[in-house]
């Protein structure tokens, strides 16, 4: 276990999309200090198609995992400290957020898989290329399975996308809070306890500094 300290900046009033959904944030910084697991990071690091990611998309793994396989340790050591600072995104999603994480069973970790990652890589650069909205579909109309299923997904799969910082870390707890999304199917899809499999990708959205689309794309086998 290693200890560090993060810091993250948002702007005034800096408005996350994801979905139906969007999380608007004050200009101050989000400073943490939590012990990030070596053991996990090992094991990330140990799988090849980890190597393929930017920093921050490993940041996306990362606590993708841990709160998976760690929900209590995410709520004490990110999440409270997060809605300590910025008291402005309590509602009903956090509450609700904070009670399933309180009584959630560990998760299996998710497997960086370097095909899910081509399929997410593909869509941010799509998205962000045609300066799109928040959309599963591509810039010439193909839907989400149609996507997947050219790439030999049939089943078992599932798709985040969301827009804002470039921040591993900010995307996970934006997504999981689900602000606006009556289905939940962004928390949903990240604490699905049948998948196996995960590919990330941040892209920059043309024409529009420092706002990124990133795609999280899972699957069961």
Not at 11 to 30: A, C, M, R, W
Request: net charge positive.
């Amino acid at each position: 276990m290693k200890r560090f300290l993060l810091s993250i900046i948002v702007s005034f009033f800096y408005t996350i999309s994801f979905g139906q959904g969007s999380i608007v944030l004050s200009d101050k910084p989000f400073i943490i200090s939590p012990a990030k697991d070596t053991a996990v990071e090992n094991w990330l690091h140990a799988n090849t198609a980890y190597s393929l990611l930017s920093k921050e998309e490993k940041e996306v793994l990362y606590w993708v995992n841990i709160v998976r396989t760690q929900p209590i340790n995410f709520l004490n050591n990110i999440l409270y400290p997060f809605l300590e600072q910025f008291p402005e995104v309590k509602n009903s999603y956090t509450r609700s957020l904070i009670a399933q994480l309180s009584v959630l069973n560990p998760l299996p970790l998710l497997t960086p898989s370097a095909k899910l990652y081509q399929i997410a890589s593909n869509h941010t650069r799509d998205l962000g290329i045609h300066q799109m909205s928040v959309s599963h579909s591509s810039s010439k109309g193909k839907s989400f399975q149609e996507r997947m299923n050219s790439f030999g997904y049939f089943e078992c799969i599932s798709e985040n996308v969301y827009e804002g910082k470039e921040n591993g870390l900010l995307s996970i707890i934006f997504l999981l809070i689900d602000t606006g999304v009556k289905n939940l199917g962004h928390r949903k899809n990240i604490l699905d306890a049948g998948m196996k499999y995960t590919g990330t990708s941040f892209y920059p959205i043309k024409g529009r500094s420092s706002h990124f689309f990133m795609v999280q794309n899972f699957s069961c086998n």
